[in-house]
């Protein structure tokens, strides 16, 4: 069963960072892009950022560029999401999606981030 | 960015009729590579997002035959031909096209 599982959610102050990460299974992710989309709580879908299979490019959202790293271990099949200078607007569920902007099928059950004081 | 406009925002439907979700972008969505990147998909009520329909029209495995996708350009349409109460949630349409990938508002479909 193809699979994405989030973690390392949680609440954050203002200023302070988290990571994100995304587990694969069922699947070859070397073979895929992958990314992230956010949801702010009773608010719709954001891209926030994309990667290659190879990790060699990456795209990210205006909104967090600079303050958000994207990366992969292909041999560990697990995606990340290094969220630091986090802001209060950063506050959604955060989940993991199969393949880029253009392809993109599987989501996992997300990870809730909240930064507030 | 390209803006994706739905309409209706809120749609009561009686069960057993269809319903109907326009999407419009403030471009074209045709990529260099001749396909249309615009995919449709279903949130129930605490779950995450589901894709039902990609490239305008595809409907991915397991998706009721009841859900169709159509449009070109600019102008898309999700059509349910007989809604279930299964069908009870909030789709967003996507445009994959174009950096970075925007989605529509979302449309809360439910039933009256």
């Known amino acids: 069963e193809v699979q994405l599982v989030e973690s390392g959610g949680g609440l954050v102050q203002p200023g302070g960072s988290l990571r994100l990460s995304c587990a694969a299974s069922g699947f070859t992710f070397s073979n895929y892009w992958m990314g992230w989309v956010r949801q702010a709580p009773g608010k719709g879908l954001e891209w926030v950022a994309n990667i290659k299979q190879d990790g060699s490019d990456k795209y990210y959202v205006d909104s967090v560029k600079g303050r958000f790293t994207i990366s992969r271990d292909n041999a560990k099949n697990s995606l990340y999401l290094q969220m630091n200078s986090l802001r209060a607007e950063d506050t959604a569920v955060y989940y993991c999606?199969?393949?880029?902007?253009?392809?993109?099928?599987?989501w996992g059950q997300g990870t809730m981030v909240t930064v507030s004081s | 960015d390209v803006v994706m406009t739905q309409s209706p925002l809120s749609l009561p439907v009686t069960l057993g009729q269809p319903a109907s979700i326009s999407c419009r972008s403030s471009q074209s969505l045709v990529y260099s590579d001749g396909n249309t990147y615009l995919n449709w998909f279903q949130q129930r009520p605490g779950q995450s997002p589901r894709r039902l329909i990609y490239k305008v029209s595809n409907r991915d495995s397991g998706v009721p035959d009841r859900f169709s996708g159509s449009g070109s350009g600019t102008d898309f349409t999700l059509k349910i031909s007989r809604v279930e109460a299964e069908d009870v949630g909030v789709y967003y349409c996507m445009q994959g096209t174009h950096w970075p990938a925007t989605f529509g508002q979302g449309t809360k479909v439910e039933i009256k």
């Open positions: 999606t199969r393949g880029g902007t253009h392809v993109v099928d599987i």
